[in-house]
């Protein structure tokens, strides 16, 4: 049996041709055998030979004809298929001898050739294709760089990138010429060399902090020059991200150390001034409540009515004056938190109920989740906070629509909102009116009245707390003012600091 198998196998590997002609001896060569026994035996031995001589010659023209036939077509197939691996040639076709299997393979295979080169064709084209557009866009990119560089070079703001461990990769002109370096002298130096962080030792970890505050918006930061002298600065910046993800970040600096003085100025102006107004509003205010008392003066209707006038317009112009002097306050760094645990419900209760009074008592709702936890909180701070919040809604709404103040906890502090159906603000001044003076509407806020410091206050009154303030709003619809507030005791490093890098807000121990 194992010599069977392994002849089988070497016939396996025999040519086509050459199995074909053997079948055919195999096939022919017995019957003419046989033919020629029977000759031999019937008739004479020289008719048995010649029976022989035309089998014989009878198989090698068989032969010819199926090396024509089938074994040239399909080494002509062989040598045309090698002739493709060996030299990726498509080109010309396979002779389509006869019109059998072997010629229908071979007009096959002539057919997969043209779909090839029909391929190839269009594979060509397409690359060249692509090859226009990568050269287009390659010019493009190039332009876009000198218009970025040249931008760059020119800009009158510090320019910078960093990589991720915040050390410089690139700077502008300005940016060398404001700390005083020269053109490369930075590259490969932490940022924190010239750049240092408000309140912190100079680390390359606290480069890379100011970083990260400055890309959440801006930040204050103190810049350093060779000679010692220290400028303030602002800081913007943005990450970079490449296919591998984040690299490093892009920003700008700028130099606010003149706008610092001026507002130092303006707010030291405006607390001189607070101040001088406050004895004479005092006076106006005791001297028109003195006139309404009764048996010290009798007031005809109009003179009463004068006297209502200047009571309520000094008790406007002190709330002014009020406003002015906590805006000064903040600004001075000075605010002193007297934090005891407050109930948010019960305040803005007593909030709401002088708004109520005023003969709108239906208007107002206040709206509280159950298992709301108090805040460990200065009172009277938040008590301003609600306050400056439900009068912007007074003032900005149609009168009698509804406003409501909603308590509930949003992950783990506590958020409160106050909704109105006002006109709502524009998305464009929804962070500037948290700004000092900023006012969305001037016409309306006149017709409201107001400095455009209550919500001001609010929000440094929420932040000193360790909170958040924002605005979502639909314009001709409403809007909603949201805070949040803390409700565990902060811990030292916790503590709210401000532009010049110190704590903010001073505290009181509370219960």
């Known amino acids: 049996m194992k010599i069977y198998d392994r002849l089988l196998n070497q016939i396996d590997e025999w040519p086509l041709g050459t199995k074909l002609l053997v079948a055919l ?12 026994f029977v000759l031999y035996r019937l008739a004479s031995a020289y008719n048995a030979i010649i029976l022989v001589a035309f089998g014989a010659v009878f198989l090698v023209l068989s032969s010819l004809g199926i090396h024509r036939v089938i074994t040239r077509p399909i080494r002509a197939l062989e040598r045309r298929v090698n002739q493709i691996m060996e030299r990726d040639d498509f080109s010309g076709s396979v002779e389509v001898a006869c019109d059998d299997e ?24 397409l690359n060249e294709q692509l090859e226009a557009k990568s050269e287009a866009l390659a010019g493009e990119v190039a332009a876009s760089r000198r218009r970025y560089s040249d931008v760059v070079r020119r800009s009158s703001q510090g320019i910078f990138t960093t990589g991720q461990d915040g050390h410089l990769t690139l700077y502008n002109e300005a940016f060398a010429k404001l700390f005083g370096r020269r053109s490369r002298e930075l590259i490969g130096r932490s940022i924190v060399e010239v750049v240092k962080p408000l309140g912190s030792g ?6 890379l902090k100011l970083l990260e505050r400055a890309a959440q918006g801006s930040a204050q930061a103190v810049g350093c020059r060779p000679d010692g002298e220290e400028i303030e600065i602002e800081v913007r910046a943005m990450p970079i991200h490449e296919r591998m993800g984040f690299a490093g970040y892009q920003g700008i600096v700028r130099n606010i150390t003149e706008e610092k003085r001026l507002e130092a100025l303006k707010s030291d102006f405006v607390s001189m001034v607070s101040h001088e ?8 205010y005791g001297a028109a409540k003195t006139l309404e008392r009764p048996g010290i003066a009798k007031l005809e209707p109009d003179a009463a009515a004068l006297v209502e006038a200047i009571k309520r317009q000094a008790e406007h112009m002190t709330a002014l004056v009020e406003d002015l002097l906590a805006a000064s306050r903040i600004e001075e760094g000075v605010i002193v938190l007297d934090r005891t645990w407050v109930d ?5 209760r007593e909030v709401i109920s002088p708004f109520a009074r005023s003969g709108e008592p239906d208007r107002f709702t206040v709206n509280c989740a159950s298992s709301v936890p108090p805040v460990f909180a200065d009172r009277r701070l938040i008590e301003r906070v609600l306050s400056n919040l439900v009068s912007n809604a007074v003032k900005y709404s149609p009168s009698y629509s509804p406003i409501s103040i909603t308590i509930r906890t949003r992950d783990g502090d506590v958020e409160a909102f106050v909704v109105d159906r006002g006109s709502g603000v524009p998305i ?14 001037a016409g309306t806020s006149r017709k409201a009245g107001g400095a455009g410091l209550g919500l001001y206050i609010a ?10 303030i924002w605005v979502e709003s639909e314009l001709g619809k409403g809007s909603a003012f949201h805070f949040t507030l803390p409700t565990t005791k902060p811990t030292p490093d916790e503590t709210p600091r401000g532009r010049d890098g110190q704590a903010r807000v001073g505290t009181t121990p509370g219960g």
């Open 344 to 348: 948010l419900e019960t305040l803005a």
């Open 277 to 284: 107004l406050r004895t004479p509003l005092a006076a106006i």
């Open 102 to 125: 072997v010629g229908s393979l071979s007009r096959t295979f002539n057919r997969l050739l043209e779909t090839v080169r029909h391929s190839q064709r269009h594979i060509l084209e």
């Open 428 to 441: 464009g001044d929804r962070e500037r009116v948290f700004e000092r003076f900023f006012q969305s509407d």
């Open 459 to 468: 929000k440094n009154a929420v932040e000193a707390h360790g909170g958040k």
């Open 25 to 36: 001896l195999a096939a022919s060569l017995v019957p003419t055998l046989v033919a020629a």
């Open 202 to 207: 100079g680390s390359a970890e606290d480069g």
